[in-house]
């Protein structure tokens, strides 16, 4: 059997709705590339519920996977080892691919680059408060809502690393790839994100997460930064987060603007003990 050009790794977390209106996208005869040269690969973290028997019952031409649960790093790997295409292409189970997201993919895997990035266009209102969305309209950011990486070089280059358990990864992958390949941004490969309003207490209950997240990230490219001691890459993200905080306020965006000052006040401290920890035991490096 002739395997395909593409692989579509969909991590999933109990979004079983969204991820539904994604795979319709991706349905044979839904996408100009034909089925014989794309295959749709779920890999799925969730505890409470799964999406197998959904999958099972409706998209059987859907390859299913129980996630590792260890963030989605770790999960988009997982979901990597059983590809076959030569290309991995990655989106989120809550993005809606165009019609020609993989036939312009498979289009653009021609040139010289081994690595790509498509548009991530918002679906929704971003400029009321607390909204969120990944956007991407004008390449240089490889968000993994819409990427593609030749499939050798994704695992030469280790994937994704699994030590980053919340945000960041993707910033990470595009580091390491950019020393073997030039990244090329692919504007017509198009996905569409749902704009997210999240709650204060939302907001508020993963700053922690996004505290050890960050302290990992700006660890271990402390180098690149110029910020290479804790109290200095303290003291930076300290300065950033009040620029933001002030430029919410000049957006009107009060509560994400409150949610930024309670980054500053437990968030930055957090980081700065994630720092020292890192700097003493050496887990994180």
């Not at 490969?189 to 505290?211: F, M």
Request: glycine share 6%.
């Amino acid at each position: 059997m002739k395997r395909p050009l593409i692989s579509v790794i969909i991590p999933t977390y109990h979004r079983n709705d969204l991820l539904a209106k994604c795979l319709d996208r991706l349905a044979p005869g839904r996408q100009k590339l034909p089925i014989e040269q794309y295959e749709v690969i779920v890999t799925d973290d969730g505890y409470n519920t799964t999406a197998q028997k959904m999958i099972r019952e409706r998209y059987s031409w859907v390859r299913w996977v129980a996630g590792p649960r260890k963030g989605p790093a770790a999960n988009r790997n997982n979901g990597a080892k059983l590809a076959q295409g030569r290309w991995l292409v990655f989106t989120d189970d809550d993005c809606l691919p165009h019609r020609n997201w993989l036939s312009v993919y498979a289009q653009a895997t021609i040139g010289d680059s081994l690595a790509l990035e498509g548009a991530i266009h918002p679906l929704g209102e971003l400029s009321q408060d607390m909204s969120e969305c990944p956007v991407n309209l004008n390449g240089g950011l490889f968000w993994s809502a819409n990427i593609a990486v030749k499939r050798s070089l994704f695992a030469q280059v280790g994937g994704f690393d699994s030590n980053y358990i919340s945000l960041g990864e993707d910033v990470d992958l595009k580091e390491r790839l950019l020393a073997l390949t030039k990244i090329a941004f692919v504007p017509d490969a198009l996905v569409e994100h749902p704009v997210r309003v999240v709650s204060l207490k939302q907001a508020i209950a993963r700053i922690p997460k996004q505290a050890a997240a960050n302290a990992y990230h700006m660890n271990k490219y402390k180098r690149a930064s110029g910020h290479e001691n804790a109290l200095d890459i303290t003291f930076f993200h300290a300065k950033f987060t009040v620029s933001q905080i002030i430029q919410h306020l000049f957006a009107r965006k009060f509560k994400h603007a409150f949610v930024e000052l309670i980054t500053l006040l437990t968030g930055v401290p957090l980081l700065f003990g994630h720092l020292l920890r890192i700097k003493l035991t050496g887990v994180g490096v």
